[in-house]
């Protein structure tokens, strides 16, 4: 295990010896995991806006999502379409199963598995991105993204969440590239449990903006 000493160097002052310990850590120990946490403290405070501002939206009309009289034909309960979207959860939620077993196996240093991992994640990551693309159109969503403050509201969800897809499939496509060339030891393997905490809460985010953007349009 390692020690932490204290000695006297020869002008009397105490010196602390930190040579035994080891030159990485994980968890909390880490400032990287620090820096990664709070990092999601921010982005959650921007969804939690965006999604407030969705609610504080909804006060303004008498019928939601807001009719579009104009359209042909009319629109008088313009609901964005549920396929795409529901199949965005399904896969995110399965991934998360994939994430967890490549997490436990950069904690056990088992390179083969971590590539194995790291590459069904990033195209769990692309496939996900190209749900999210097909769908953010006015045929599924039934709203231009400048056409109300409803629709703007959408789209700014839609396409910010989509950033934060945008960023996990980078992620993925780095570290998958590093250990390829250079192998897996302990501090590449802090940055894959790194990369698993931001996509589980990645995961939890698209939950939240589709039970309140999908689901909420038909119930609220």
Same mark, same amino acid.
């Given at each position: 295990m390692a020690q932490l000493s204290e000695t006297i160097d020869v002008n009397g002052r105490r010196v602390l010896d930190v040579s035994g310990l080891p030159p990485e850590a994980t968890g909390p120990r880490e400032p990287v995991w620090w820096g990664n946490t709070l990092l999601m403290c921010i982005e959650t405070t921007t969804i939690v806006l965006l999604l407030v501002t969705y609610f504080y939206i909804r006060r303004n009309f008498n019928e939601w999502p807001p009719p579009q009289p104009k359209t042909i034909p009319a629109m008088y309960h313009p609901v964005p379409d549920l396929p795409l979207p529901t199949a965005e959860l399904i896969l995110i939620i399965a991934s998360l199963f994939v994430m967890h077993w490549t997490d436990?196996?950069?904690? =056990? &240093? &088992?390179?083969?598995?971590?590539?194995?991992?790291?590459?069904?994640?990033?195209?769990?990551?692309?496939?996900?991105?190209?749900? =999210?693309?097909?769908?953010?159109?006015?045929? $599924?969503?039934?709203? @231009?993204?400048?056409?109300?403050? @409803?629709?703007? !509201?959408?789209? %700014?969800?839609?396409? !910010? $969440?989509? !950033? @934060?897809?945008?960023? *996990?499939?980078? &992620?993925?496509?780095?570290?998958?590239?590093?250990?390829? =060339? $250079?192998?897996?030891?302990?501090? $590449?393997?802090?940055? %894959? &449990?790194?990369? *698993?905490?931001?996509?589980?809460? !990645?995961?939890?985010?698209?939950?939240?903006?589709?039970? %309140?953007?999908?689901?909420?349009?038909?119930?609220?």
């Open positions: 436990n196996a950069a904690l =056990r &240093e &088992e390179a083969a598995k971590v590539k194995a991992g790291l590459s069904i994640m990033f195209l769990a990551a692309a496939g996900l991105i190209i749900l =999210r693309l097909l769908g953010m159109n006015a045929h $599924h969503l039934k709203f @231009y993204w400048d056409q109300n403050a @409803y629709a703007s !509201t959408i789209w %700014v969800i839609l396409g !910010t $969440h989509l !950033t @934060y897809l945008l960023a *996990g499939l980078a &992620e993925f496509f780095i570290m998958l590239l590093w250990i390829l =060339r $250079h192998g897996l030891d302990p501090k $590449h393997g802090l940055d %894959v &449990e790194l990369a *698993g905490i931001y996509w589980y809460w !990645t995961a939890a985010a698209w939950l939240a903006c589709y039970l %309140v953007v999908f689901i909420g349009a038909r119930v609220l």
